[in-house]
């Protein structure tokens, strides 16, 4: 057995971001990347960004993705196993991936509300344990959930969604404690509307009406985003665990 001890504070530092393929995710990636990170991620289906980012020699031995479903357990088990045998280690761990559809709760059928919870919440704690376990040998870490504004107010159309971001955020206090005592910080930020592929399908009136009533009278962009996740993975962040961060523009409903 090897002796040779681990500094996990030396850099680079790694960093596994799930459904890092496009949108928030993907500006998460490549902000770390350019930061000198070694970052992993995954998504379900390959993207521009997927097929273009293991060529670029800018990332070369420090990306790595695969087409992966943080509904499946076992196979984000091993993917987190891969990462820690590849690099040695595990800074952070940014729970991104998420859908949400748009129905209301009344005619929402037993599949939507399933697929909300097991991919949005279920993902999130199964890939939550699996580095967790990691991060308290290493005695420390970062953990960034991405949870939403729809978690704390009430936007029609998105029971499903909203209340598996509402959970989101009542496990971010949980696991602050829980893993405090081992050095790893938990947080989350709670975005407002994005131009994304995910909000592609509301309505284009509900995304106006948010518009209209925040502060900074625009929705957000992804560029928007990366400063205050970027603070959040520092060492500078260290005495803040157990918080959500509204980055909303100032929505007020
Ligand atoms: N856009 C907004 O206005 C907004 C507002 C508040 C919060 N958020 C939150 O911000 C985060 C990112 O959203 P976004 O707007 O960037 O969404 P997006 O463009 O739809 O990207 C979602 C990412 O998650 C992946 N994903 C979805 N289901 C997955 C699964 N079962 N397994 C693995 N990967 C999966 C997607 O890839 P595949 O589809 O290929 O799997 C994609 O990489 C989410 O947590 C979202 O709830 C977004």
Request: glycine content about 10%; aromatic content about 8%; hydrophobic content about 45%.
């Amino acid at each position: 057995m090897s002796t040779q001890k681990i500094d996990y504070m030396t850099s680079p530092q790694v960093a596994i971001v799930s459904g890092g393929s496009r949108g928030l995710g993907r500006a998460f990636t490549e902000a770390l990347l350019a930061a000198g990170w070694c970052v992993a991620i995954f998504a379900r289906r390959t993207s521009e960004f997927t097929e273009s980012a293991p060529s670029n020699p800018a990332y070369a031995g420090r990306f790595m993705t695969r087409q992966l479903d943080v509904r499946n357990g076992p196979e984000v088990d091993a993917y987190v196993q891969e990462v820690i045998a590849t690099w040695g280690k595990l800074n952070l761990l940014v729970n991104n991936a998420a859908i949400a559809g748009w129905a209301p709760l009344a005619i929402a059928e037993d599949e939507f509300i399933d697929w909300h919870i097991d991919t949005n919440l279920g993902g999130v704690l199964r890939l939550t344990r699996s580095a967790a376990k990691q991060m308290m040998r290493q005695r420390w870490g970062r953990i960034i959930n991405i949870s939403s504004v729809v978690g704390i107010r009430g936007f029609g159309g998105l029971a499903a969604y909203s209340a598996t971001k509402a959970a989101v955020d009542g496990l971010t206090r949980t696991l602050a404690m829980e893993l405090g005592s081992s050095g790893v910080t938990v947080n989350a930020i709670a975005p407002g509307y994005i131009n994304t592929e995910m909000t592609a399908q509301f309505p284009k009136e509900t995304l106006e009406w948010n518009r209209t009533h925040s502060a900074l009278l625009r929705l957000g962009t992804v560029e928007d985003f990366v400063p205050p996740f970027m603070f959040l993975a520092s060492e500078g962040a260290g005495f803040i665990t157990g918080h959500t961060l509204v980055v909303d523009g100032g929505l007020v409903t």
